[in-house]
C-alpha cells in the first residue's frame, strides 16, 4: 500500500448549504474546533503534509459552488492520500456518505476514514458503506494516529485502539480505553491555518440577541472535555468513558489573548460539555479572564449543580458573562432521576435566583420532553416549571433517541422505535418530537403542545415583555426580530413586536406591525397557527380592529 504523507482534513457543510433542511433557511458555521485538535496533534508530529478544509467556507464564499464541485476540485489540486472527515450529526448523515463516494470517485486510492459521534455509535451503518475505509471511534487524535502508523508500517490493525475497520466482511471495533493525556498541556489550535476572517460573517448566533454585531467579534474555543455525568439522553458518557479533563488555565488564556489580538475577539464561545465540574479550577480561570475585558458563554450550556454557588455567580459576572445557558432538562424529579441527571428541582430555583442576586445576564433554560417514560402530565409539568422560572427565554426540545445513548438502548430493546439506519427508521428532526411510541399522547400532540408553550412563555408572557421598562423592552425586541430572521413569517413574533410598540405608545409602529400579523394569518398557509391561537384565548380581533382606529 502506498505510504501515507499528505493528511486532507475535511469538515462537511452544513445541512443547508446543500438543500438538506428543507424548512430551514439560515446556516451558522463556526470554526470546527474537534477536527482542529486532530489536524493540530497530526500536524505537530512533523511526520505528515497536513491541509484543513472547511467545506463550509469554501463553498459559502470561495468556489461558490456544489459540494461534489469544491469537493472534486480540492482532491484533484492536493492529491491527498488520506481524507478525514468530521462525522459529529446523524442529520448529517447523507452528506458524510456523499461526500466519501465522491472522494473515491476522484481517486479511488484516497483512504477515507471518518471520524465523530456518528462513525462511534453507528459503527456498522458507516463501514457498510464500500467508499469509508476506517473510522475513528471516540475522540480522534490517539486514534487517527495510531492509524496511520499501522498503515505505514503494515503491522496491522487489530490492536490499535479507537478505530473499527472491516475485516473477512465483518466489522471490527476496537473502543478506545486510554485518552489522550495531552489536551491538559494543549497549547492553542492552529488558527492561522483557517480562513478565520469569513466565521460569523453571516448566520445566526445566538449572542446576537444580546448585542448588535458590529459589537462583538466571536471566537470559539474549547477548555475541558468530557462530563462525569450518566444521563441516560446524553451520548457524551459512551464517547468519552465519563472521563473529564480541563486545560491549564495559562494555556486557555493565553488562546484568548492570540484571539483577541489577531483577529479582535472579544466574545468567547465555549464549546464545553460540563466546563465548571472542577470549582478550584473554574474559579481559577474566571480570575485570569476577568482581567482579559472579554465577554463569554458556555454554549452547550451549564449544569446547575456545578455553579450552583454564591461566590462561583459573582465571579461568573466579574468575568463577563454575557448569558446563562443552564442545563434544567426536567421539571419533573421522577424524570430527572429516571435520566440520571444529577440534580434537584429547588438546587434550579435556587442558582435563578442566585443569577438575577448579583447580575441582569440573560439566562436561557433548557429543558427535554417527550421522555419515552413520561406520561402527558409528566412533560405539561416540564413545561409549565421552565414558565414559572425567571427565565428570559426557555428552549423547549423533544426528546430524541440518539443513538450511543442509554435511552435510544431503551427504546430498541422496548420495541418503541426502529432501529438507527433501517428502513422503517425516519430521520431524526431537531425540533421534533421522535418517532416513538409515547403512553398516552401522540407525536402531534407533543409537537403542538410544546410548541403552544413556547408561545405562551417565550412570547405572550415573555418576562422582559411584561417588565416594560425600555431596557426590557429593548431586549425584548431583539429576541422577537431574531426570531423573524429566522422564520419571517412567525406570527406570534410580529404579534407581540406591536405589544412592545403598544408599551412605548407608538401606535404607528403597532399598527404596521399588527398589519403584517394580519397578512400572516390570511394569506400564509404554510404553518396553522390557529390551534395556538385559540389554546392560548388570543382575542387577535380586538388586536386587529385596533388597526382601524
Not at 464545553?272 to 485570569?288: C, I, K, P, S, T
Not at 440534580?343 to 441582569?360: M, P, Q
Not at 413574533?493 to 412605548?504: P, S, T
Request: glycine share 6%; net charge neutral.
Amino acid at each position: 500500500m502506498k505510504t501515507i504523507k499528505k493528511i486532507l482534513f475535511l469538515n462537511p457543510p452544513d445541512p443547508v448549504l446543500v438543500g438538506e433542511l428543507k424548512n430551514q433557511t439560515y446556516s451558522y458555521f463556526e470554526p470546527p474546533i474537534g477536527l482542529l485538535y486532530v489536524y493540530s496533534y497530526l500536524k505537530d508530529t512533523k511526520k505528515y503534509d497536513t491541509y484543513f478544509v472547511d467545506l463550509n467556507i469554501e463553498m459559502k464564499f470561495i468556489t461558490k459552488k456544489s459540494m461534489e464541485e469544491t469537493i472534486e476540485q480540492i482532491v484533484t489540486s492536493y492529491k491527498p492520500d488520506l481524507v478525514a472527515i468530521s462525522a459529529l450529526y446523524y442529520t448529517s448523515r447523507n452528506i458524510f456518505h456523499t461526500i466519501a463516494k465522491k472522494i473515491k470517485e476522484v481517486d479511488e486510492n484516497v483512504k477515507v476514514v471518518l471520524g465523530g459521534h456518528y462513525p462511534t455509535h453507528i459503527t456498522k451503518l458507516t463501514l457498510a458503506d464500500k467508499n469509508i475505509d476506517y473510522a475513528v471511534v471516540s475522540e480522534g487524535e490517539l486514534g487517527l494516529s495510531d492509524l496511520i502508523d499501522a498503515l505505514n508500517n503494515s503491522s496491522g490493525l487489530e490492536n490499535v485502539e479507537g478505530i473499527a475497520f472491516v475485516k473477512d466482511g465483518k466489522i471490527v471495533k476496537n473502543d478506545r480505553k486510554t485518552f489522550w493525556q495531552g489536551f491538559k498541556t494543549s497549547k492553542r489550535l492552529p488558527w492561522e491555518d483557517i480562513k478565520m476572517e469569513y466565521y460569523y460573517k453571516e448566520g445566526k448566533n445566538f449572542l446576537y440577541r444580546i448585542y448588535k454585531k458590529g459589537e462583538i467579534k466571536l471566537g470559539a474555543m474549547t477548555a475541558t472535555r468530557g462530563c462525569p455525568n450518566q444521563c441516560t439522553f446524553c451520548s457524551s458518557s459512551k464517547f468519552f468513558k465519563h472521563i473529564w479533563r480541563c486545560r491549564e488555565v495559562k494555556l486557555v488564556i493565553e488562546e484568548i489573548k492570540f484571539l483577541k489580538k489577531n483577529y479582535g475577539v472579544n466574545t468567547i464561545v465555549f464549546n464545553d460539555e460540563n466546563m465548571a465540574v472542577n470549582r478550584e479550577w473554574f474559579l481559577e480561570l474566571l480570575n485570569e479572564i476577568k482581567k482579559l475585558n472579554i465577554k463569554w458563554i458556555v454554549g452547550g450550556g451549564l449544569s446547575v449543580r456545578t455553579i450552583n454557588d454564591e461566590e462561583v455567580i459573582k465571579s461568573m459576572y466579574e468575568a463577563g458573562i454575557a448569558a446563562f445557558n443552564i442545563a434544567i432538562e426536567s421539571g419533573s424529579a421522577e424524570t430527572l432521576k429516571k435520566v440520571k441527571k444529577p440534580l434537584f428541582l429547588s438546587e434550579v430555583e435556587n442558582l435563578v435566583k442566585l443569577i438575577r442576586k448579583h447580575g441582569n445576564a440573560f439566562v436561557v433554560g433548557f429543558f427535554i420532553v417527550g421522555f419515552p417514560f413520561e406520561t402527558k402530565e409528566d412533560f405539561l409539568g416540564t413545561l409549565e416549571f421552565g414558565g414559572k422560572l425567571d427565565l428570559d427565554w426557555r428552549a423547549y426540545y423533544c426528546f430524541q433517541p440518539f443513538p450511543g445513548t442509554e435511552l435510544y438502548d431503551y427504546c430498541i430493546d422496548n420495541k418503541l422505535t426502529a432501529e438507527y439506519g433501517a428502513e422503517d427508521c425516519k430521520e431524526y428532526e431537531f425540533h421534533s418530537a421522535a418517532e416513538i411510541k409515547y403512553i398516552d399522547y401522540t407525536k402531534k400532540e407533543l409537537n403542538d403542545l410544546n410548541y403552544l408553550y413556547n408561545i405562551k412563555y417565550n412570547f405572550l408572557e415573555n418576562r422582559n415583555l411584561l417588565l416594560g421598562t425600555e431596557e426590557s423592552l429593548k431586549q425584548v425586541e431583539r429576541d422577537f426580530n431574531y426570531v423573524l430572521e429566522i422564520a419571517p413569517k412567525h406570527f406570534f413574533a410580529y404579534f407581540c413586536l406591536a405589544e412592545i410598540m403598544k408599551k412605548r405608545n407608538d401606535i404607528e409602529k403597532r399598527k404596521q406591525y399588527l398589519k403584517i400579523a394580519k397578512n400572516i394569518l390570511e394569506t400564509d398557509k404554510s404553518f396553522d397557527w390557529s390551534f395556538y391561537i385559540s389554546g392560548l384565548k388570543v382575542n387577535v380581533n380586538k388586536s386587529f380592529s385596533d388597526i382601524l382606529l
